[in-house]
């Protein structure tokens, strides 16, 4: 039997995910989530029985941490992405992939629902669709896999 997780997202990305220009997303910690070269399922908050793409499969995962401070009209301070500091255009590149026109409107969304987080802690988690996707297997060395297991 082959393993797939379901993601819920907000009608807000709906036709985004539906279009494939989002085809990544930022998620808190859980206790397993999919891992590269498995199935991802995907609905939509509320409409359950409601599947918005045929599923996907899991290109990558890996940890990001989004530093946020209301003393910015951004919103967002700082992004890191599996160690590495994102420069001002490469937050830009990642809002734009994540269904935002930029950097401000993605601050916008993370102060309106998740006001009281300063620092977040979670995955970037990447898919493309099965005929995309080329050989991707899992990585049972990647330490985020290793301790979601």
């Not at 499969?57 to 919103?75: E, F, M, Q, R």
């Amino acid at each position: 039997m082959i393993h797939a997780e379901t993601y819920y997202f907000p009608m807000f990305f709906a036709s985004r995910i539906i279009d494939g220009t989002k085809r990544q997303t930022i998620c808190a910690p859980r206790p397993r989530h999919v891992w590269p070269g498995e199935f991802m399922l995907f609905r939509v908050v509320g409409l359950a029985d409601r599947t918005l793409v045929s599923p996907q499969v899991c290109t990558a995962i890996v940890p990001i941490s989004i530093a946020c401070s209301d003393l910015l009209n951004t919103w967002i301070a700082s992004i890191t992405l599996d160690d590495r500091i994102l420069n001002s255009a490469q937050i830009e590149n990642l809002a734009r992939a994540e269904g935002f026109p930029d950097r401000t409107e993605m601050g916008r969304y993370w102060r309106k629902t998740k006001p009281d987080v300063l620092r977040f802690d979670g995955v970037l988690i990447t898919w493309a669709p099965p005929s995309e996707a080329g050989s991707v297997t899992p990585h049972t060395n990647n330490p985020i896999l290793r301790s979601a297991a």
